[in-house]
T-cell receptor, first 115, second 111 residues
């Protein structure tokens, strides 16, 4: 069964450092998303991406965050200068379409720990 | 306006019993209501979903009941099994672009 692949599975970084989280969405999917889950809390929407541009973003997704699809297969989330409160599990997801009852397929997540 | 409220926070059920998790939403523009199941160390996986034009959807042991006027929907797991033990999230969205999740319910099914 096709799956969304995320790397790294766990990254530890110092506050203020830049972090890039990588995702390989399912190959025929056109819509890509990043969500985060702070330990023990709910899953929160960060951003959606379609046709090489951001289609929607939440209030969490400030200027410290950026997304990119550099090569047609990878979808990356960059945090420019990490803060302690960025420590969370980051989930990438993809879907075939962006409207209607379309299934989001989530990756296993990348755990980010900021010290 | 964008919140999805989920209860209970945790639930313990005996094997064979019925697990019921409830969610309420505020934004009447939402038109897609999925339930996700998450096992430790894994990403959320779609379990079952409903659109607001029907009041109930059943897939095997899982049923969503939807009350549009009350802006509430619930997940019922019949004949609960230990393998159902996981965290369940309700969610709501319009167009999948900004899916809002509930806080999650940790279900434990005792053998």
């Amino acid at each position: 069964e096709p799956e969304v692949t995320q790397t790294p599975s766990h990254q530890v970084t110092q506050m203020g450092q830049e972090v890039i989280l990588r995702c390989v969405p399912i190959s025929n999917h056109l819509y890509f998303y990043w969500y985060r889950q702070i330990l023990g809390q709910k899953v929160e929407f960060l951003v959606s991406f379609y046709n090489n541009e951001i289609s929607e973003k939440s209030e969490i997704f400030d200027d410290q965050f950026s997304v990119e699809r550099p090569d047609g297969s990878n979808f990356t989330l960059k945090i420019r200068s990490t803060k302690l409160e960025d420590s969370a599990m980051y989930f990438c997801a993809s879907s075939v379409e962006g409207s209607g009852a379309n299934v989001l397929t989530f990756g296993a997540g990348s755990r980010l720990t900021v010290l | 306006q964008q919140q999805v409220k989920q209860s209970p926070q945790s639930l313990i059920v005996q094997k064979g019993g019925i697990s019921i998790i409830n969610c309420a939403y505020e934004n009447t523009a939402f038109d897609y209501f999925p339930w996700y199941q998450q096992f430790p160390g894994k990403g959320p996986a779609l379990l079952i979903a409903i659109r607001p034009d029907v009041s109930e959807k059943k897939e095997g042991r899982f049923t969503i009941s939807f009350n549009k006027s009350a802006k509430q929907f619930s997940l019922h797991i019949m004949d609960s099994q230990p393998g159902d033990s996981a965290t369940y999230f309700c969610a709501a969205s319009k167009n999948n672009n900004d899916m809002r999740f509930g806080a999650g319910t940790r279900l434990t099914v005792k053998p």
